[in-house]
């Protein structure tokens, strides 16, 4: 069985802040992340889909934490085709438009380049610390099966290499009927990890919760089953606490993927308070 790393999507979430998971002593930026880095081995960065991260800021996070410790990334949300807020674009590259939020459309093709340029090349503390992962390149629920989006699944991996994407749909289209094996097909051989999810199942974002290595590297992000999952309060969409049964069942489905893969990372993404770490622990505890 390959290696397995368990963590979560965030570690400085405000609720997470408040529920009294953190000890007293860890009480700035550095303790926490430190206490995080003692507790699991991986973690997933999401705030940086909101902004592109500083240089500096990415190069604090590979000091704080110990040799070994791996950091997925979330891909800008520019990037991933979402409506991105002008006021989170680099000052020099914001277009001259009177609205509040852009599509990589809106900008002319070199300002797109350098947002690209300037977002990969942020991370390089990671990359040569050896703490990146992947990059995790979650598309919208408009970014539906068909060729074009295919090509752009390849076009990022091709602005991203040499480091890894890791590849989230948010489209019932890649699984309905037979989509499957042809989604998964391409995956495997273009060598793109396919990011496994546990999420509400009955709406149009809704994926299966398919469990399938297309590359050395697997993942797996547990969203949660909020009946709320349509709610604009990010906390009331991903509010949810697993229960031990359903970690349980899980477990040996984790297992198999990580027999089929190099390394396997599994985040838990139902950050409110301290669930996604109380899960997280629990999982790391089945798995061993």
Not at 86 to 102: G, I, N, Q, W
Not at 126 to 142: E, I, M, T, Y
């Amino acid at each position: 069985m390959g290696e397995v790393k368990v963590g979560t999507a965030s570690w400085t979430d405000k609720t997470l802040l408040d529920s009294g998971w953190y000890p007293p002593t860890a009480d700035s930026a550095a303790a926490r992340l430190g206490y995080y880095a003692s507790q699991f081995p991986l973690v997933e960065v999401d705030s940086t889909y909101y902004a592109p991260p500083a240089e500096q800021t990415v190069s604090l996070w590979a000091s704080r934490t110990p040799p070994g410790f791996t950091f997925n990334v979330k891909a800008f949300s520019l990037l991933t085709g979402h409506p991105t807020r002008v006021s989170a674009l680099p000052a020099d590259l914001r277009p001259a438009v009177e609205k509040a939020t852009v599509y990589p459309k809106d900008l002319p093709g070199p300002a797109l380049d350098d947002v690209w340029s300037r977002f990969l090349s942020a991370l390089s503390p990671l990359v040569s610390a050896g703490k990146l992962g992947a990059l995790l390149f979650q598309f919208p629920p408009w970014f539906t099966l068909r060729r074009s989006n295919k090509e752009t699944l390849l076009a990022v991996a091709a602005r991203c290499k040499p480091l890894r994407v890791a590849i989230e749909f948010r489209h019932a289209s890649w699984f309905a009927g037979g989509n499957a094996t042809e989604t998964l097909s391409f995956l495997r051989d273009h060598d793109l990890p396919f990011v496994s999810v546990d999420m509400p199942q009955g709406h149009s974002s809704s994926i299966p919760p398919v469990v399938e290595a297309t590359s050395d590297l697997a993942v797996i992000r547990f969203h949660g089953h909020s009946a709320k999952w349509t709610s604009k309060d990010i906390h009331e969409k991903f509010g949810y606490l697993y229960s031990s049964s359903e970690l349980k069942e899980w477990a040996p489905r984790i297992q198999a993927l990580a027999a089929e893969a190099s390394s396997t990372h599994v985040l838990m993404n139902n950050c409110y308070a301290d669930y996604a770490q109380r899960n997280a622990a629990e999982l790391e505890a089945l798995l061993g």
